[in-house]
């Protein structure tokens, strides 16, 4: 069992960066693969972003690559999203998530731990 916090989520202009964490409890953290995603009102819940268990492998949505980076920290029981050059369509609630699958899942139903979910603004 995997219980995840996520923070850092808040308003910022067009252009801003934002760095969102999310704590993991458990021993086992770094055995499982870990990934953000994210929900814009009116939109289903999208991938973002996901790492492998090592942090040695990372895989990006179209829609963010170059611009966002997914970290972790196996001895801290953390993982950040590091979020540059934002947009107004970045807009959304970014839910932290954790898989026992190996590699770099993207897709919702791969993931078995949910946190809470960090509301992102951006604004124009």
């Known amino acids: 069992q995997v219980q995840l916090v996520e923070s850092g989520g808040g308003l910022v202009q067009a252009g801003g960066s934002l760095r969102l964490s999310c704590a993991a409890s458990?021993?086992?953290?770094?055995?499982?693969?870990m990934g953000w995603f994210r929900q814009a009102p009116g939109k289903e819940r999208a991938f973002v972003a996901a790492?492998?268990?090592?942090?040695?492998?990372?895989y990006y949505a179209d829609s963010v690559k170059g611009r966002f980076t997914i970290s972790r920290d196996n001895a801290k029981n953390t993982v950040s999203l590091q979020m540059n050059s934002l947009k107004p369509e970045d807009t959304a609630v970014y839910y932290c998530?954790?898989?026992?699958?190996?590699?770099?899942?993207?897709?919702?139903?791969?993931?078995?731990?949910w946190g809470q979910g960090t509301q992102v603004t951006v604004s124009s």
């Open positions: 790492i492998n268990w090592s942090g040695g492998s990372t």
């Open positions: 998530a954790a898989t026992y699958y190996s590699g770099t899942p993207y897709s919702i139903d791969e993931y078995h731990y």
């Open positions: 458990g021993r086992t953290f770094s055995s499982y693969a």
